[in-house]
């Protein structure tokens, strides 16, 4: 007969190899989404195989005292999944639907009616209990504010000590939750040791498997002017004309679309011309989601003349567009475009603005206008620099006009105009000194005119 006795009760404390719904955690819980306190969620998880009979088991809700419970939810049936690491995933009407925006087959294993109130998710307490109030899992949030119970069997936790609580209030502005960061075999220490908060957007798991996340991933989206969005990988901003030493800047607008934060965000440049652009205002990150945003700024500098294109490359966390990519274009003006255009309001050698057109009639080209620093709408020829004769030695110095370059001067002279009677004179000046200077050698005249080259 003892032995008997001894045999049924080593039974009774033997790990359960059958189905019952003892060991279990309360994995996540989520307070609300984007501040509607009527989308909640209890997200349960078997820390062996077999506890599925949940039918057997209710969650009740406490408040900061730990008094006035609510019954959440008594289940009435059980679910399928068994595996150790099953998920039982109890959720409201509204909390559903929101998922559903995002991923139209969610369903969760049960729909809660009565919510956690609105007053205990400052500071509270949940219980996962058997129908007849054996409290098998705590988890009360709110620091020091929750001043009830924390205690419930020795099932789960080997002082049957849940506490202290979870430091913080339970989230209800975004997409996340109160999470158990350790694994589904691990048994409970404290909740303010256990619980941590959950990635943005959480993710929510029911019993027959498949994630849902509450939300959307980081999406970046870049914009040029603020307001357009640029089609990653075959966008191209123009950044115009830009005269010699000159630049033109652009500003660019990152935005995040996603729910989680956008992140790791670096800007680089390649491609021919790259050494031409540089960023003068950095974006800041993370950017929060949704519709969080940061801006930069581009420089484009030409080093020279003639078209410039280069790449620019915005990594970030981004999984579907990392790095964002966009062509860079953009001309650098040659001094002689750049007069063209401030005069005659176009860059090329035609038409008013042909270097050998002579649009003011004072006998002088656009292209010596230009080389002298003229007005080409105004006749000025006596502007010109005038030769001299000094010491026996007949020729001209002159300063080259600031700005003015890609001029090569030239000079020669004659006696007589005759066509074939023109000599080069050579420029012994320096730097922007033009000297042009031939002996008079006693002649009665002599001519000088210039010979200017551009290319
Ligand atoms: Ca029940
Ligand atoms: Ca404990
Ligand atoms: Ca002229
Ligand atoms: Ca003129």
């Not at 000079?411 to 000194?433: K, P, R, Y």
Request: proline share 6%; with cysteine.
């Amino acid at each position: 007969m003892k032995s008997t006795l001894s045999i049924l009760a080593s039974l009774v404390l033997a790990p359960c190899a059958f189905a019952t719904f003892h060991e279990m955690q309360i994995e996540q819980v989520i307070g609300g989404i984007d501040g509607n306190i009527s989308a909640q969620a209890i997200q349960l998880r078997m820390r062996v195989l077999g506890q599925n009979l949940v039918s057997n088991a209710r969650v009740r809700a406490w408040d900061a005292a730990g008094a006035n419970p609510v019954l959440v939810l008594d289940m009435t049936t059980n679910v399928t999944g068994s595996a150790a690491g099953s998920r039982v995933l109890l959720a409201t009407a509204a909390f559903t639907t929101a998922v559903q925006a995002i991923t139209p087959t969610f369903a969760p294993d049960f729909t809660i009616t009565t919510p956690i109130p609105a007053s205990y998710l400052a500071a509270g307490r949940l219980t996962f209990e058997s129908d007849t109030g054996t409290i098998l899992w705590s988890l009360a949030w709110g620091g020091a504010a929750y001043a009830g119970s924390n205690t419930g069997a020795i099932t789960n936790d080997a002082d049957g000590n849940y506490g202290p609580p979870f430091g913080q209030t339970l989230p209800t502005s975004g997409r996340q939750g109160v999470l158990f960061t350790g694994l589904a075999r691990d048994p409970s220490t404290t909740n303010a040791a256990n619980y941590a908060l959950s990635a943005v957007p959480a993710t929510v798991v029911g019993n027959s498997g498949p994630s849902y996340l509450l939300g959307t991933l980081q999406k970046i989206v870049v914009e040029q002017p603020a307001g357009t969005n640029l089609v990653n990988g075959a966008a191209s901003v123009a950044f115009g004309s830009v005269a010699p030493g000159n630049s033109g800047s652009k500003s660019f607008t990152i935005r995040n679309t996603g729910n989680a934060n956008l992140t790791g965000l670096g800007i680089t440049f390649d491609g021919t011309n790259a050494a031409d652009f540089t960023v003068t205002a950095s974006p800041t990150a993370p950017i929060a989601g949704p519709n969080g945003s940061t801006t930069f700024t581009v420089r484009f500098a030409p080093a020279t003349a003639g078209a410039k294109t280069a790449a620019l490359h915005i990594a970030s966390n981004d999984a579907t567009a990392n790095p964002f990519n966009l062509a860079l274009t953009g001309t650098g003006l040659t001094a002689l475009e750049d007069w063209r255009l401030t005069w005659f309001g176009t860059t090329s050698d035609s038409g008013n603005a042909a270097d050998t057109f002579d649009f003011d009639n004072d006998g002088l080209v656009n292209l010596i206008e230009f080389a002298f620093g003229l007005n080409p709408t105004q006749g000025n020829s006596l502007a010109l620099p005038q030769p001299r004769l000094i010491a026996g030695v007949f020729g001209v110095t002159f300063t080259q006009p600031a700005g003015v370059s890609g001029i090569t001067y030239g000079a020669e002279w004659s006696t007589t105009l005759a066509a074939a009677s023109w000599t080069a004179i050579a420029d012994t000046g320096t730097g922007s000194t033009h000297t042009f200077n031939v002996p008079a050698n006693g002649n009665p005249q002599m001519f000088l005119r210039y010979a200017l080259t551009a290319p």
